[in-house]
């Protein structure tokens, strides 16, 4: 079972995470690696305002720590940046450690009680243009 080790990663440069994506470009192919790591200069990571929480990993998913980021997360400015069942509008796979600081919880709590991605909830679309 996996436990909270605080923040795993949190803002990384461009650099980094060209290194990050091209490895799993490498690995798993560019249309699986889209589906899971951003493109250099299109990741959350790089504003600043992205956060991943444990390990991130799906063993994290359903845990007792999971749970509570979610029900949580909302009252300190963050969300649950991607969730099951938005992939189609996020353009990722669910994510339960990755929490996105908007910084009002009073929007955070808009969005959660929307049932919406942050995408739907702004009417944009954050797939690449290809």
């Known amino acids: 079972m996996s436990t909270v080790s605080g923040v795993f990663r949190g803002y990384r440069g461009y650099d980094v995470q060209q290194q990050l994506y091209n490895n799993y470009v490498?690995?798993?192919g560019k249309e699986a690696?889209?589906?899971y790591s951003a493109r250099p200069g299109h990741s959350e990571h790089q504003t600043g305002l992205a956060i991943d929480?444990?390990?991130p990993s799906s063993d994290f998913d359903g845990t007792a720590e999971a749970k509570w980021?979610?029900?949580h997360c909302n009252d300190y400015g963050f969300i649950i940046r991607y969730k099951p069942g938005k992939e189609a509008s996020t353009g990722y796979m669910a994510e339960s450690w990755h929490?996105?600081?908007l910084g009002d919880p009073e929007l955070c709590r808009k969005i959660e009680a929307?049932?919406?991605s942050l995408e739907e909830?702004?009417?944009i679309t954050s797939r690449y243009a290809q």
């Open 26 to 28: 490498a690995r798993d």
């Open 33 to 35: 690696a889209d589906t």
């Open 53 to 55: 929480v444990n390990e």
């Open 69 to 71: 980021l979610a029900a």
């Open 99 to 101: 929490i996105r600081y």
């Open 114 to 116: 929307s049932g919406q």
């Open 121 to 123: 909830y702004l009417g």
